[in-house]
Structures are given as C-alpha cells and as structure tokens.
C-alpha cells in the first residue's frame, strides 16, 4: 500500500461529507466565531488521538498478542460495517448532546473524527509495514487536512451542494470504503493461507 491509498482509505474512512450534517446541528446554536473555534480545537484534538494510535498501533498489538492475519480480517469487517451505514443510514440522533451543549472531545473529535474504524486502520497500517511509519504519518496528514477543510467550510459546502448531493457523496464514499473493506479482508485471508 502506497502513501496516495492509505490516505484515500483514511479520508474515506474519516467520512467528512457524511459527518456535514452532523457538523451542522450540532454546531447551529453558537454563533460563527464561537463555531470556529469550537471545530478547530475538535480537529487538533482528533490529530492528537490519531497520531497516539498510529505510533502506539503495534505496541498495542503485541500486548494483546494479536497477528497481523486477524488484525486485518478484523479491520476489514469493521470498515464492510461502516461502509454499509454509509450506504444505507439509520435514522435516530448520533450526537447524544443535549441541545445547546458545547462538545468537548466527544462526539466531534471522537468517534466523528477520530472514529475506531480509523483508529482500527492505523494499529493495522502500522503492524503491516513498520519500516513504512514516516508515509502513513504523511497518509494520516493529508486525509487528515483534506477532511478539516471539509469540515472548516461545512455551511458554506452545505449551501453549495444541498443536503441530496451530501448524502448521494456519503452512499458514493461507502460503495468505494466497501470495495477497500473486501480488499484488506482478501489481504488477510490470503497471508494466512499462504503461512
């Protein structure tokens, strides 16, 4: 896996398009300046948590004395799920704020942004390719980047695009997350057959 996929599949995986409405609502009641402030202490809090996981990934592992086969069938099977609720979402509140709260943390940073799918994908990244950490640090920073400019203009892309284009983006990004989800799930299977 080079650089340009992994940050791809990160990007996907963090889903900036399909958090937009999510952005939206929960950030409605303050006003604009207040806004800003509140989404850009999100987003280095998310960059924070992901980097933690992304450089602590392998260590995790061998204290849970897990193999790579199953860390990547496992990954897998998570992103097929995610990718599934992209495609077909399910009614009901995500946020679980009461009206009005400042979040904090959580649900912005963690799981909207710094989700377990992605956390799941960079343990994986980094038990597969460890000599490879300086590219999915470069992955990690442009999906990263790519999703805090979404996320930064989210009323103004929202204005542009309308809510129908927002979710027929969200279905597109889960079709193409489901296709990466049954390549890591292959991955697996074939390095444990091969063992």
């Known amino acids: 896996m080079d650089v340009i ?3 791809v ?3 996907l995986i963090m889903d900036p398009v399909g958090n937009l409405p999510v952005f939206l609502s929960i950030l409605r009641p303050f006003p604009e300046a207040r806004r800003r402030k509140i989404m850009i202490r999100e ?9 933690v996981f992304l450089f602590a990934g392998q260590e995790l592992l061998n204290l849970l004395n897990l193999k790579q086969e199953a860390v990547s069938i496992a990954g897998g099977i998570v992103l097929f799920l995610i990718a599934i609720r ?3 979402p399910s009614e009901g509140g995500v946020t679980g704020l009461p009206e009005g709260e400042e979040p904090l943390i959580v649900p912005m940073a963690i799981p909207m942004i710094a989700g377990p799918s992605t956390l799941a994908a960079l343990v994986l990244l980094s038990h597969q390719y460890p000599t490879q950490m300086t590219d999915w640090t470069l992955a990690l920073l442009l999906a990263w980047g790519g999703s805090s400019v979404i996320l930064m203009f989210h009323e103004w892309i929202n204005r542009i695009l309308g809510e129908r284009v927002l979710k027929a983006m969200e279905r ?3 079709m193409l997350l489901v296709m990466l989800s049954v390549q890591m799930l292959l991955d697996g299977a074939e390095q444990y057959l091969s063992r």
């Open 86 to 88: 992209m495609i077909f």
């Open 5 to 7: 996929t992994a940050a």
């Open 43 to 51: 987003l280095l809090i998310s960059l924070v948590v992901l980097l």
């Open 9 to 11: 599949m990160l990007f």
């Open 172 to 174: 597109l990004m889960g």
